[in-house]
């Protein structure tokens, strides 16, 4: 008899997602199968459901920020055997699963970066992923997770781990100001991640909520966009110095992605500094005078997801007691388009997950 398992399908140009009984998937030769604990809701989920991300099939299966246990696995070699040997002794097959499945022959891929990847596929974007109880995965994309860190570590695979190499690339020193633009699941992890860096943190967001949620994960200073937000870029300075004692600051890291968001970015950073792009819409952007990135030596930079050995530092600093998943709202599957729609309404202060027995 067929396996079966819930998972929360997408159809094509369905606004909900349906929950089915469907068969679990067969593993190939190099594949574990994964029984999902909890997988993290992201942004990026949302830009698939609305059709900006497109997957190559439906009905799709979303989460690509996935923890659970290994239930099955067929390794191609001894050193995959010896991998999943080596990972039930250690962590009882408790894994997180790293979800850009990379060539390892392209020069990204020897470089380390794969999510950079020029041949890539990822988990619950091209491939089903961890809206389900089950999913697989190849057996080179499992990340131990310490038996000391909880289920809710899914989450740094890619709330943590992108913003880990957004600011590792920047490279903040000590007293650092860093500004970070949107306060959610990248955001909380961010405003941890840059403290660790041991760099000055201002939370900018529009919901006063997210402000009051932002101090508590160790912003040093927090204001509302609303307040801050002007179309004449001296009312922003004068804003600063008024509120905080600050004319710029060093690094912005610009989780939303909007054209009134990279605006702010370039208006607040100091000559010479650095605007972190992380997150994205819709909408097109840079609605910006070259002679301001010009002038005042501006770099924009993109940063996209991390590679799976940035991923491994981020669970070191979990492991470590320095940044907290910062999961503030779980779900069961059968909410799933409960939690949806909260995330959408700027209701999740953090990030949301669907938790599984
Ligand atoms: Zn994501
Ligand atoms: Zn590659």
């Not at 059709?51 to 996935?66: Q, T």
């Not at 403290?195 to 943190?201: D, E, H, I, L, Q």
């Not at 600051?249 to 950073?269: A, E, F, P, Q, Y």
């Not at 990030?351 to 599984?356: E, G, L, N, V, Y």
Request: contains cysteine.
């Amino acid at each position: 008899m067929e396996r079966v398992m819930k998972a929360a399908l997408l159809y094509e140009g369905a606004k909900e997602l349906i929950i089915r009984e469907i068969e679990v998937s067969k593993l190939n030769s190099g594949e574990a199968l994964i029984k999902v604990k909890a997988t993290g809701i992201c942004h990026s989920d949302l830009n698939i459901i609305d059709g900006v991300i497109k997957p190559p099939r439906y009905p799709h299966i979303l989460g690509h920020e996935i923890a659970g246990i290994v239930e099955d696995f067929r390794p191609i070699n001894i050193e995959e055997k010896r991998f999943v040997d080596a990972l039930f002794q250690e962590t009882e097959g408790r894994v997180i699963v790293y979800f850009y499945i990379a060539c390892g022959q392209c020069f990204y891929c020897l470089r380390g970066e794969d999510n950079l990847c020029l041949n890539f596929r990822r988990i619950g974007f091209e491939e089903w992923g961890g809206y389900a109880e089950y999913v697989k995965t190849p057996i080179k994309n499992l990340i131990p997770l310490p038996k000391t860190l909880n289920f809710n570590a899914a989450i740094l695979v890619d709330a943590g781990a992108t913003v880990y190499r957004a600011l590792r690339k920047a490279k903040p020193l000590p007293g650092t100001i860093i500004a970070i633009i949107g306060v959610g699941g990248l955001g909380g992890m961010a405003i941890q991640i840059a403290k660790t860096f041991g760099a000055s943190v201002i939370a900018i967001d529009i919901i006063d909520e997210k402000l009051i949620y932002a101090k508590k994960l160790g912003a040093d200073y927090t204001l509302n966009f609303k307040e801050i937000y002007h179309e004449d870029v001296h009312e922003i300075r004068k804003f600063m110095k008024k509120t905080l004692d600050i004319s710029y600051v060093d690094i912005v890291i610009d989780t939303v992605g909007s054209s009134s968001t990279i605006n702010l970015g370039v208006n607040i950073v100091k000559r010479g500094g650095r605007v972190m792009l992380l997150g994205y819409g819709k909408e097109k952007l840079l609605n910006i005078s070259p002679i301001k990135i010009i002038y005042d030596e501006i770099v924009i930079e993109g940063s996209r997801a991390a590679s799976k050995w940035e991923v491994y530092e981020v669970i070191q600093l979990a492991k470590k007691n320095l940044i907290v998943p910062n999961v503030t709202n779980e779900y069961k599957l059968e909410d799933v388009n409960v939690a949806i729609n909260d995330l959408r309404t700027g209701k999740i202060l953090g990030r949301a997950i669907i938790k599984f027995d």
